[in-house]
Each structure stands twice: as structure tokens, then as C-alpha cells.
Nanobody, 120 residues
Framework: VQLQASGGGSVQAGGSLRLSCAAS????????MSWYRQAPGNLRELVAT???????NYADSVKGRFTMSRDNAKNTVYLQMNSLTPEDTAVYYC???????????????WGQGTLVTVSS
């Protein structure tokens, strides 16, 4: 199982970016997919979480600005980020709780980070 994150880049304050995280490989089911971010000198923080029951939750710092969605057919989640501020500058990571086979349990997988830089 692999997670491939993409879509990072540089943008001015007030701008938008859309991140993608695609899961591939042996996938029987996906329970949870999340976006985290880590700014220089800071701990990694949870940004948004999608659960298989359909709920999506956001950190207070991004509510109303970020939207997480999922394309079930592609096993891909997206993070639409609007009204970006310099405080959103970080490396963004995706994480997924995936059951690779019909038997066995769920495992956690991380994608590589994608850098988002917001200039003032």
C-alpha cells in the first residue's frame, strides 16, 4: 500500500491550493484518511479527517477555509485550501487507516509530505 500526496506549491496570502492523496496497492477497505501538517519548529498537527461513515472533521484553525473530500472510486482524498495565510505554511502529510486484505486488520500508512508555502 502506498499513499501519494501532491498539489503543494507556493501561493500568496488569500490564494488557494488543492492537495491530493491517492492510496494504491492492495486495498480492501479504507476506514479513515487524514491530513496533517508540520511547520518548521512545530509538532505535526491534525488538519482534517474523513471517516468511512461519512463524517469529516477539521481543526479549528482551518474551519471554514479548508474542505476535505473523497473520490471513492480512486481511493483519493482532496484538501481544498482557500483563504490561505502565511500561518498555513507547512509540509502537509496524508495518513490512512487501510485494511489491505479481506482477512486481517487495519494498518496505518503515511504519504510523503508536500510543501505548501504561503507568502504575505
Amino acid at each position: 500500500v502506498q499513499l501519494q500526496a501532491s498539489g503543494g506549491g507556493s501561493v500568496q496570502a488569500g490564494g488557494s491550493l488543492r492537495l491530493s492523496c491517492a492510496a494504491s496497492g492492495s486495498i480492501f477497505s479504507i476506514n479513515v484518511m487524514s491530513w496533517y501538517r508540520q511547520a518548521p519548529g512545530n509538532l505535526r498537527e491534525l488538519v482534517a479527517t474523513w471517516r468511512s461513515g461519512g463524517s469529516t472533521n477539521y481543526a479549528d484553525s482551518v474551519k471554514g477555509r479548508f474542505t476535505m473530500s473523497r473520490d471513492n472510486a480512486k481511493n483519493t482524498v482532496y484538501l481544498q485550501m482557500n483563504s490561505l495565510t502565511p500561518e498555513d505554511t507547512a509540509v502537509y502529510y496524508c495518513k490512512a487507516e487501510i485494511k489491505p486484505h479481506v482477512t486481517g486488520g487495519y494498518f496505518l500508512y503515511w504519504g510523503q509530505g508536500t510543501l505548501v508555502t504561503v507568502s504575505s
